[in-house]
């Protein structure tokens, strides 16, 4: 599986902004997927995953009731809508799968659970 982030920029506080990543390779519908950000100075952090079919979603504490994950497995897409986003939401913004052994309705929130990585999209709120 092969993944592409974008949707990135710059937003004011209270903004909002719609991540998008999406798949190569035929397996994709067999593959919970992800969010996570890195801010500076910060280890990458879960934000946000969903189980192979969609049936699944949680959320990072920090994010819950703003960000919503969806994803659509046709178009081989997973985004992530981020609604009143704050100052401590600006990260490198990375999307990942976990291209064998995803469990129909599991979601994973560890980073060592995803082998595939895209490139990360810089998400940056002003104040």
């Known amino acids: 599986v092969q993944l592409q982030a974008s949707g990135g920029g710059l937003v004011q506080a209270g903004g909002s902004l719609r991540l998008s990543c999406a798949g190569s390779?035929?397996?994709?519908?067999?593959?919970?997927m992800g969010w996570f950000r890195q801010a500076p100075g910060k280890d990458r952090e879960f934000v946000a995953g969903?189980?192979?079919?969609?049936?699944?979603?949680k959320y990072a504490n920090s994010v819950k009731g703003r960000f919503t994950i969806s994803r659509d497995n046709i178009k081989k897409t997973v985004d992530l809508q981020m609604n009143s986003l704050r100052g401590e939401d600006t990260a490198v913004y990375y999307c990942a799968g976990k291209t064998s052994g995803s469990i129909s309705s599991s979601v994973y929130v560890c980073e060592t659970d995803y082998d595939a990585w895209g490139r990360g999209t810089q998400v940056t709120v002003s104040s």
């Open positions: 390779g035929l397996l994709f519908a067999r593959n919970a």
């Open positions: 969903i189980s192979r079919v969609g049936s699944t979603t």
